[in-house]
């Protein structure tokens, strides 16, 4: 029953004759060359039933080519004879050898025939989409919306997002398919991009900016929200912070829940210097060990860090 609904469906959707090919080796072979070059419309030509996918244009396939490009194409002859590669493959089958990038490929191309021309059965990938906490998901700079199954060429996969804080990436590494694929299930997972960590680097240096004005030795006397403590006998007014400098070691975690709220937790020294009130009144410098946490929220106009 399948085949008759195949056959139908060729036989009414490729009834131009310059679509197809004239044999299974041909049609493989241009859907090859055109994916090679970027020729999306080339490779869907051949293609037996291709969806419908804002994934499969040129531009797309042009961005997945220059991350792994596809060379040195190669159509290995049906084997003759018992035992040998191929021997077992149908006479629909093409094997087909080829550069992906800096993977070698090795693969067997199903085809389908209508009339007198021949298609590529299965030259697509098709994705079963989680977007996870990814906010407006993007594959090669293409917005997905609310798509759930997406389909794609063979080749590199490149998730992002449209907030401009964040990307996105697919929660387990796999290698890219290098051609026909069974279904495949993909859960993204957010990050930041490179302009979101420069966000909350800036949130947290203008947080620590703030709190380094208090001349308190709790500074939440002074700064409100801010809570770095100085337990020493101080006399008020006389406590003198500076910011500091070193925040690399900050952990920098992503909210699973609103990726737009970026927790923030680690050791900070605060530089200080005090007058105890006891020794003459000297001024002591020290250091004092703080442990740093909160949330930047990169969904507010100007990205806040706030502390707790």
């Known amino acids: 029953m399948v085949v008759l609904v195949v056959a139908f469906v060729l036989a009414t959707r490729h009834d131009d004759?310059?679509?197809?090919?004239?044999?299974?080796?041909?049609?493989?072979s241009t859907y090859l060359e055109a994916l090679a070059t970027a020729d999306a419309d080339g490779a869907l030509a051949v293609l037996a039933n291709?969806?419908?996918?804002?994934?499969?244009?040129?531009?797309?396939?042009?961005?997945?080519?220059a991350a792994a490009p596809i060379t040195d194409i190669r159509i290995i002859p049906p084997a003759t004879g018992s035992g040998g590669a191929g021997a077992d493959a149908g006479p629909d089958v093409v094997h087909?050898?080829?550069?992906?990038?800096?993977?070698?490929a090795d693969v067997h191309y199903r085809t389908l025939r209508s009339g007198s021309r021949w298609w590529v059965a299965d030259g697509v990938v098709d994705i079963a989409l989680d977007r996870g906490n990814v906010i407006e998901p993007t594959f090669f700079g293409v917005p997905l919306g609310n798509a759930q199954r997406l389909f794609a060429f063979p080749g590199p996969w490149a998730w992002g997002s449209q907030q401009t804080f964040l990307?996105?990436?697919?929660?387990?590494?796999?290698d890219y398919p290098l051609g026909p694929h069974a279904p495949m299930s993909v859960t993204l997972v957010a990050g930041l991009s490179v302009a979101g960590e420069a966000a909350v680097e800036r949130a947290v240096r203008d947080y620590l900016a703030f709190c380094a004005q208090s001349v308190q030795p709790d500074a939440s006397a002074d700064r409100r929200g801010c809570r770095q403590t100085l337990y020493r006998a101080a006399q008020p007014g006389?406590?003198?912070?500076?910011?500091?400098?070193?925040?690399?070691?900050?952990?920098?975690?992503?909210?699973?829940?609103?990726?737009?709220?970026?927790?923030?937790?680690?050791?900070?020294d605060w530089p200080v210097t005090y007058v105890p009130t006891y020794d003459g009144g000297r001024p002591i410098s020290t250091v004092n060990d703080e442990y740093l946490y909160g949330t930047v929220d990169l969904g507010a106009e100007s990205p806040l860090f706030t502390a707790g």
């Open 17 to 28: 004759s310059a679509d197809g090919a004239a044999s299974p080796a041909e049609a493989v």
């Open 50 to 65: 291709p969806p419908a996918s804002a994934l499969l244009t040129r531009e797309v396939l042009a961005r997945q080519q």
């Open 96 to 104: 087909a050898e080829y550069r992906f990038g800096d993977r070698q």
């Open 167 to 174: 990307t996105a990436r697919a929660a387990t590494a796999e």
């Open 238 to 268: 006389s406590v003198r912070w500076t910011a500091p400098s070193d925040i690399a070691g900050l952990l920098r975690e992503v909210s699973s829940g609103d990726a737009r709220k970026v927790s923030v937790a680690g050791q900070i």
